[in-house]
């Protein structure tokens, strides 16, 4: 076989007059005028092959391949003739001349063409998931992606921390999620659980005195699938001990900043920060996006001072939101009214500004002068609309925070550029309607607020959390925390959330013996790689930047995985299916 010398993308004026090889697949196939043209395609771009019929047996076999072949050329670097050059390809200004050509691989027709497969069906598509691949788009993704991952590398191993490989094969855990579970063969009746995270093994590794762990993880989560996210999915897990919480926060903001220096050549500015109250009430949202205009307005005091009607002056919660320079049609007020009433609003008052004068669909409850006082209030301009929303409070802030999320949108109002942001301060819990009882809004292991520990057993809704999440333009990154290492502190956590001592002892019985032989303060934060790399990259779903992802209903149309099992199988491992 013919032995590669260059990639596609390295051929160039300077290697005229010279005789190269170049290995790839038929991209796109010519015949012009008695001329043959190739584009033959590698990992790094096209390049031009060029044959007459003077080139008798290499003309050829040129004549016989077909699209997705594998080819081996060898032969002499030429500049194209003028006129024929293309500035959009590496190699655009030269073109091979063949001297040896050989067919290393036939390929049947493809189901698609990778240059075509943006208007392919997706399963079909994830089922030849090797020709999707073949596409540039998709393969920067993976470049990209690769690039993410050298620099978190070289970032963690300059600042002392360790790379270590924690378990596969689990215990189940109480985390949030479904596990995905594993039967054991030599212990039957007895299940592994996937991991859902390496929590409480990284918590063990600096118990042991790691001090300073990291890992590129897999991790597992059998839940309802959404765009956004997959059975099975990549994190970058990360722990360290004797660190307060401001110190692991500028790490690890140092390290997005290397990241994305090393990774895009961007600079980012360091990344305000808000408490969870604060971007609650500001925002609407635990995940605000930074990019999408102003804050919300909290217009409780006011109305309940200022302004007779009872909906008002006597709702718990009154809110605004804004959209500034803005000349909605009748109808298009009456569409948002809609969608705050389909987001669970009770319903929704507008007041637009106009010329100096105020109408609004309150117009008969509220006077000239309440309706000045409203305005006033949220200085409101001559082209400006204010939407409120009465009720209660959380409910109301997150229709609001989706009116604004929603209005940007519509009007391309959204900013562009890179707004990280750090959200502390979480509740600690919060109450489960499903199951009727208080459950960990993180998970059990996160540090109480040292400030709010006395109202664990008293009001633990109020309790606040050491708990932090990085968000980018409206997305959770990453989330992490303090953790907890006095095992009498543990203990309290688990009997708040109504866990029996022998439950405890069975399910994190050698958590808290461990914490009993020496553990040093330590906390960490787990990031989402293929969410930071799809929102790099620009994509549109995470199964844009993995390679082999699952469908929205959790099925893999490549392997047809899930499948059935033979009944050996089963009986190995002792379960029958239940029809």
């Known amino acids: 076989m013919l032995g590669r010398t260059h990639y596609a993308a390295e051929i160039n004026e300077t290697l005229e007059g010279k005789t190269v090889t170049v290995a790839g697949w038929v991209h796109r196939r010519r015949d012009h005028g008695g001329l043959i043209f190739i584009d033959l395609r590698d990992r790094s771009g096209l390049v031009q092959i060029v044959a007459d019929p003077t080139q008798e047996e290499n003309f050829r076999e040129l004549d016989r391949v077909r699209l997705e072949y594998v080819l081996a050329v060898q032969g002499m670097v030429k500049r194209r003739p003028e006129g024929m050059e293309n500035q959009d390809l590496a190699s655009g200004m030269v073109e091979i ?15 698609f063409m990778p240059a075509d497969a ?12 090797y020709i999707d691949l073949r596409r540039f788009s998709l393969l920067n993704n993976f470049v990209l992606r690769d690039k993410v991952l050298m620099a978190v590398r070289q970032f963690f191993h300059a600042h002392g921390f360790l790379d270590v490989e924690t378990p596969s094969l689990a215990r189940s855990t109480p985390e949030g999620a479904r596990d995905f579970l594993v039967p054991s063969r030599l212990q039957p009746g007895s299940f592994y659980a996937l991991p859902q995270s390496p929590q409480i093994f990284k918590q063990l590794l600096m118990v042991a005195g790691f001090d300073r762990y990291y890992q590129i993880a897999k991790v597992f989560r059998d839940e309802d699938l959404r765009a956004d996210r997959q059975p099975e999915f990549t994190q970058i897990d990360v722990e360290m001990s004797f660190m307060t919480q401001e110190e692991i926060l500028n790490m690890m903001e140092a390290m997005l900043r290397y990241v994305f220096q090393e990774s895009l050549g ?44 009872p909906v008002l002056r006597e709702s718990s919660f009154v809110g605004g939101v804004v959209f500034r320079d803005y000349q909605p049609s009748r109808k298009h007020l009456d569409n948002w009214v809609e969608l705050a009433k389909s987001l669970g609003a009770g319903g929704l008052i ?9 109408r609004s669909s309150a117009g008969k409850w509220l006077t000239p002068q309440e309706l000045q006082i409203l305005a006033d209030a949220v200085q409101l301009r001559d082209g400006d609309v204010l939407l ?18 929603e209005f940007a949108r519509q009007e391309n109002r959204i900013e562009e550029g890179w707004r990280f942001l750090w959200v502390t301060d979480f509740p600690l819990f919060e109450w489960s309607q ?8 993180h998970h059990p292991f996160t540090m109480p607020h040292p400030d709010d520990i006395s109202l664990i057993e008293t009001d633990p809704l109020a309790v606040r959390s050491q708990a932090y999440d990085v968000v980018l333009n409206g997305t959770e990154l990453a989330s992490g925390s303090l953790r907890i290492f006095q095992p009498q502190l543990q203990a309290r956590i688990f009997s708040a959330l109504g866990l029996k001592p022998e439950e405890i002892e069975e399910k994190f019985g050698f958590l808290i013996q461990a914490f009993q032989y020496g553990a040093p303060p330590h906390g960490g934060i787990a990031f989402g790689l293929d969410r930071m790399v799809m929102l790099m990259a620009g994509a549109k779903s995470l199964r844009e930047v993995i390679a082999f992802p699952k469908t929205a209903r959790g099925i893999d149309p490549l392997m047809n995985a899930p499948s059935p099992v033979d009944a050996r199988q089963l009986d190995e491992v002792g379960i029958q299916i239940k029809k």
Do not use: C
Not at 97 to 111: C, F, G, N
Not at 121 to 129: A, G, H, N, S
Not at 293 to 308: C, P, S, V, Y
Not at 434 to 441: G, T
């Open 434 to 441: 499903e199951e009727n009882r208080l459950v960990s809004a």
């Open 388 to 405: 409120i929303v009465a009720g209660d409070k959380m409910p109301s802030l997150n229709v609001l925070g989706q009116l604004r999320l």
């Open 350 to 358: 507008w007041m637009v500004k106009s010329a100096g004068q105020i």
């Open 118 to 129: 943006d208007a392919v069906d997706e399963i079909l598509r994830l089922r030849y998931r």
């Open 97 to 111: 001349s063949p001297e040896r050509v050989e067919i290393l691989s036939e390929a049947k027709t493809p189901p």
């Open 266 to 309: 961007v600079n980012l500015e360091p990344f305000p920060r808000m408490t969870w109250q604060e971007a609650m009430e500001g925002y609407g949202s635990d995940k605000p996006d930074l990019r999408a205009g102003e804050k919300l307005w909290n217009l409780t005091d006011m109305t309940a001072q200022h302004i007779a009607w």
